[in-house]
Nanobody, 124 residues
Framework: QVQLRESGGGLVQAGGSLRLTCVAS?????MGWFRQAPGKEREFVAT????????NEAESLKGRFTIARDNTKNTLYLQMKGLKTEDTAVYYC????????????????????WGQGTQVTVSS
């Protein structure tokens, strides 16, 4: 069972930046970030392939959010800049136990492992 642990969340003013980190207990295949705001469904943020050759951010977040991974450290990152109040949510790290079609990695159902989440709060 792969363990995922997120960190880096916190309170930030609108326009600010944060970098989220997710450390995995072992190397995994595709990985991704999702977020869930109060009263809303969990939504796709970004995904990245095993070797990092393919990265994909949600269209509405491109240019502000960037996903990256360092397999030497079993670590996934999400760099967020120009944060808005609507980015407030719990951010979750997720990982796949097997090779998965990149196109499917925007769906929560593609992932086998999930972290506990880290809260990001953006104030106006």
């Amino acid at each position: 069972q792969v363990q995922l642990r997120e960190s880096g969340g916190g309170l930030v003013q609108a326009g600010g930046s944060l970098r989220l980190t997710c450390v995995a207990s072992e190397c995994t295949f595709g990985m991704g970030w999702f977020r869930q705001a109060p009263g809303k469904e969990r939504e796709f943020v970004a995904t990245i392939s095993l070797v990092g050759s393919t990265a994909n951010e949600a269209e509405s977040l491109k240019g502000r959010f960037t996903i990256a991974r360092d397999n030497t450290k079993n670590t996934l990152y999400l760099q967020m800049k120009g944060l808005k109040t609507e980015d407030t949510a719990v951010y979750y790290c997720a990982a796949c136990a097997k090779v998965t079609d990149q196109a499917k990695l925007t769906s929560t159902s593609a992932y086998d492992y999930w972290g506990q989440g880290t809260q990001v709060t953006v104030s106006s």
